[in-house]
């Protein structure tokens, strides 16, 4: 059993680990400046202006994405030029995706009710964008053909505009590079994490207890992964025949094989690239979980975790590359308290 180990710097891509590296050194410098103030209430101010200087920026661009995506509707019904649509829409999608990047990277810091207001506030620009680009796809005009496509597309995949980053491996406290061992880390001994990360992890079994931020998973193979709630957001990255009972507030999962997930979520979970996999309700049980769930804002069943939406799925059709897991099949409890697993 061990505990969390320090990020493994020499497996980072070197443009990465420059950029942790100068965060680390303002993070550290940030740190002198509070020390030097003379009392706690001089503390409290800076954290406060760190709180409300991301505040600011956040809204900011909120406003401007919104408006950008206003602009666009009204363009859309008088222009004919789609290419130039669809430019626009993949810089609005590139601006969610760095509003998504700032809210990551800033909290740790924030108050859980911040977190929680700002992931719904991506969550529904996203929508929006998905609604805009929806209208926009042009319908196909009858016309009788002289010759029939020999290929039929199983499905039918949405532009690259809108499709959600690779997940980066993230530089943050976590397990890494462990095969065949049992993790365990109670985030109740670590307030001052903010994120925590598995990374490249086989046949391994994970216990983690209490609420922390976020979470991020990348490169899973035979592994069982039990978690307490997330505050924000879980984000997952190439996982095979693995077994995950996660509860968090947005849950994206990118190229996942064989898996099979027990969720709690309050949005829908989002999968791209993936096949294989299976749902069911979040089962998990240990010492404390109730009052870590109503911290979480996660004590409520939501049942999304049988509305799952395929990235690259548009067929009215359900989309074959997820499944409900049969209830024969299921786990109906799994216990990390002290006294064992059941």
Partial sequence: ???????????????????????????????????????????????????????????????????????????SSSSTDSSKLKSELAEISFSI???????????????????RSSLKSVSDLKQSLDNLSGELVPKKKFSFKTKSSSKKPESIQKPDLVSPPKIPVRDSPGFRNKQGETLTKNFKDSSSIGEFTLSDLDSCQVRLKGTVNALFI?????????????????LIDDVEDCVLVLASHQIR????????????????????????????????????????????????????????????????VQSPNWSVLPEEERVSSVSISDDGDS
Wanted: aromatic share 8%; hydrophobic share 30%; glycine share 2%.
């Fill in 97 to 115: 995706d760095n509003l998504e990047k700032l809210l990551a990277e800033n909290s740790y810091f924030l108050p859980s009710y911040e977190v």
């Fill in 218 to 234: 990348h490169r899973l193979k035979n592994c069982y992964v039990y978690t307490g709630p997330v505050i924000g957001s879980i």
């Fill in 253 to 316: 999962i990118h190229c996942a094989k064989k898996t099979d997930f027990y969720l709690r979520v309050r949005s829908r979970p989002i999968i791209e690239d993936s096949n294989g996999v299976r749902f069911a309700p979040y089962c998990l049980k240990y010492d404390g979980i109730e009052e870590d769930l109503k911290i979480a804002d996660l004590e409520e069943e939501t049942k999304n975790w049988a509305n799952v939406d395929d990235f690259l799925w548009l067929r009215a």
């Fill in 1 to 75: 059993m061990e505990e969390a180990d320090e990020p493994n710097h020499e497996t980072l891509d070197p443009a990465l680990q420059k950029k942790h590296h100068d965060m680390l050194e303002r993070l550290s410098a940030r740190h002198q400046a509070r020390k030097s103030d003379s009392s706690s209430s001089s503390s409290s101010s800076s954290t406060l202006e760190s709180t409300s200087s991301f505040l600011t920026k956040f809204a900011d661009s909120k406003r401007s994405i919104e408006s950008r995506i206003a602009e666009s509707r009204l363009v």
